[in-house]
């Protein structure tokens, strides 16, 4: 079986300085443009945003993702305005000057051009693509894999310390298009195509991906391996086993719900949770 990175230095140790990585995500109130944002005040928005980062960082988690989860329904990535990256920026610089640990940037719905745009004007050091190498089904239609033009946008902009995290068999859509390729061909077309990490999904926000599903992207790829979805303090000692990290939001919300505010205390609980297998990696 081929791998193809065998001389990749990790990006989460690069990144992060340690071995495995807790990864919360702010979930950004649906900005102006969006169909949610009503009330014309883009300060609560950043309030919002930078409330749930410092909650996050003072539970312990090593990382934070801005995401603008509410601009729901998302918009395919040809027709995501320029005011969406414009804000976003915005949103970006507050939380790493106040916060201070490393920033990913997620655009939705596989936005990696505005993302690394963002990244660059905001001092993020990654962005996540949720469909990097293949082309999908998914709500906002068929999305095609954003890798050939965003790594040529990555060049033009000079930008190649912003690293890509991209998911395998990406959650809210139907692989029909390649249904007749397995889960480890799908995480080897990212690796090919120059990613610099992988993310396993569940289905959907807040459904975690089966260890069977881990273990066969971690077969596939030397690249970091993180779990997208799903991820609680039950089971989150069990998956950072098997990986370099979590990416995690709705459990860590008040009530578990995606849309509530962040809770310290169930941030602390997670960290806690995961401390074990993050001190064993790094001793590793």
Known sequence: MQIISTEKRSAISEI?????????????KAFPGAPNFRNGNITS?????????????????????????????????????????????????????EIGVPLGINVLANAAIPALAIALAGGADFIR???????????????????????????QLRADNVRVFADSHVKHGSHAIVADRSVPELTRDIDFFQAD???ATGQRTGNTATLEEIDEVRSATRLPLLVGSGVTEANVDTILARTEGVIVASS??????????????????????????????EQA
């Open 45 to 97: 928005v950043y309030d919002a945003a930078m409330r749930d980062a410092e909650a996050y960082v003072a539970g312990g988690v090593h990382g934070l993702i801005i995401e603008n989860h509410g601009d729901i329904p998302f918009l395919k990535p040809d027709l995501i305005g320029p005011e969406t990256a414009a804000f976003m920026s915005v949103v970006t610089d507050w939380v790493r000057r």
């Open 252 to 281: 860590l919300k008040e009530g578990g719900v995606w849309w509530n505010p962040v809770e310290k205390s169930r941030v602390e609980a997670f960290v806690n949770a995961a401390r074990r297998q993050i001190e064993a990696g």
């Open 197 to 199: 990490a992988v993310i």
């Open 16 to 28: 992060f300085k340690r071995n495995k990585v807790i990864i919360g995500v702010v979930h950004c």
């Open 129 to 155: 693509v949720n469909q990097w190498a293949n082309a999908y089904v998914a709500n906002e239609g068929i999305v095609e894999g954003a890798a050939a033009t965003a790594l040529r946008y990555r060049a």
